[in-house]
Each structure stands twice: as C-alpha cells, then as structure tokens.
C-alpha cells in the first residue's frame, strides 16, 4: 500500500514509539488520525509533523505534506473508542490503516514471601489495568477500525504492538499475558479480514530506548546492552520504520516481526 494520502489511526500517538510512527508516516504524505488520552501529549506530537511538514515544503523536491487530526481517548473504554471511530468517519470519511501501540506497565511479582510469610501479592487493579489498555484497547479499536475499513470497501492493514514479553518475563504477569493477547488476534484477525482485503501483522519489539532506560544507572544500562546480541537498544525510528515496510509489502499478513536485536532466539 502506498500510503501517501490514505488515513491511517495510530493510538498511543502522545508520545514514545507512538510518536516515532507518526512522524514516519506523516513524512510520507499519510493523513494521521492520532489517539492517545493525553491531549498535551497529542498537542506535541502534531506540532512535531507540522514542522516536519513545513521543513518538507521549503524543499522543492519533496512533495509529501502530512494532515493530521487528534482524538482524546481512552482506548479501555468501549464508549469512547466508539465515538471517536464515529468521528474519524466523519471526518475523513475512510479508514486504511490502523497502529494499536497504547499501552502501560503495572509491573510487579506475581507474590513476594519473607521467611514464609506473604508480604506482597499483585493486586487485581495491576492486573486489570494493563489488560483493559492493552488487550481490551487493542481489541476495542480493532474492531471499530476494521468495521471501518471493511465498510469503505479499499481493504486496508491493521498492525498490533506487542512485545517479546509475550514469551512470559518475570514482574510482568499482566504485561506479558496482554502481549500474548495482541499477539493472538495478528492471526485470528488476519484469517477473518481476508476476505475484506485487511491484512493484519504484529511488531514484537525488544528493549527500546526510552525515558525509563535513558534513566538507568550505568552499570545496569551496560549489563542490558550486552544481554543484547547486536549489543545496543533498539531506537524508535526503527519501529517506525517496520510499520512502513509492512504497510509497503502487501504480501504480508497474520504474522509477528521481532525487533529484537536477537534477545529472543
């Protein structure tokens, strides 16, 4: 799919590996509908692909200039997401494309024992919180988008974040159980979106260079690095860069792609 001036849903798109796509996509002429529930958050990200927009109109040889619209919202909640689906509707009138990348961490071990007594557990709402963001949202905007797509009649790709965490990491019960979600439904939804044209592929990344690392001691931030095979964190521009390639090969589809460095072999 060429994706100059097609609209394309990317939610998470406040800040981090949301933001990195946005701009990649923005950069190659695509029409943003971008979602997240921070509405400052969004507000940086647009003026980002402005300015990129306005770099790109003082270079005579480039010809892409990004639309883009912003939605708050909860992608955990069945209401809100429904809405703004309506709302792109009516706005753009079409959907091609849509990147399920919110998500949270609720991290913690699944108990915690001293000397044979229980001193800690993870409490439901750790549970449910990432599974209502991750999974739930993933889920709720996939179907609200593919309804959209397979109504306009132009086919169009879904692509699910995951995450290698998906395999089970120690701390991260809620995480990783949501990742194997999303993971799941690339397949399931790839098979029954066939027959809408809608290819569906997932992006499983590895450790990414973000605010969380960028504040990590040193020596922990080295031990990281060399549990990596290709010995250094993966940058979001290479995330970014993942989604146009499978927006590009149309033969892609009901598959996951490891970003991974090599860390999960």
């Not at 098979?191 to 504040?215: K, N, Q, S, W, Y």
Request: glycine letters at 12%; one cysteine or more; proline letters at 1%.
């Amino acid at each position: 799919m060429d994706i100059k001036d097609k609209v394309i849903v990317i939610t998470g798109a406040g800040r981090g590996l949301g933001r990195a796509i946005a701009l990649a996509l923005g950069a190659q002429g695509a029409t943003l509908a971008l979602l997240d529930i921070n509405r400052a958050d969004l507000e940086v990200t647009a003026a980002m692909v402005r300015s990129q927009n306005d770099q790109c109109d003082q270079d005579s040889q480039c010809d892409q200039d990004s639309q883009c619209e912003l939605f708050v919202c909860n992608v955990a909640s069945e209401a809100e997401v429904e809405s703004v689906f309506a709302g792109i509707k009516e706005r753009f009138g079409v959907l091609h494309g849509l990147i399920n990348c919110a998500g949270i961490l609720r991290d913690g071990m699944l108990i915690k024992v001293k000397e044979g007594e229980l001193v800690e557990k993870m409490t439901l709402a750790q549970w449910q919180s990432v599974i209502d963001v991750n999974l739930t949202g993933t889920f709720l905007c996939g179907r609200e988008g593919a309804a959209l797509m397979a109504q306009g009649g132009q086919g169009g790709v879904i692509i699910n974040i995951s995450s290698i965490a998906r395999a089970g990491n120690i701390g991260q019960s809620n995480y990783a159980a949501s990742k194997a979600g999303v993971a799941s439904l690339v397949v399931t939804w790839a098979r029954e979106l066939a027959r809408h044209g809608i290819r569906v592929m997932g992006i499983a990344p590895g450790v990414f260079a973000t605010d969380m690392t960028a504040a990590m001691k040193p020596e922990a931030m080295a031990r990281m690095q060399q549990a990596i095979p290709v010995g250094t964190l993966g940058e979001a521009q290479q995330l970014a860069e993942t989604v146009s390639f499978i927006f590009a090969n149309d033969y892609l589809s009901g598959r996951m792609i490891e970003l991974d460095g090599g860390l999960r072999l």
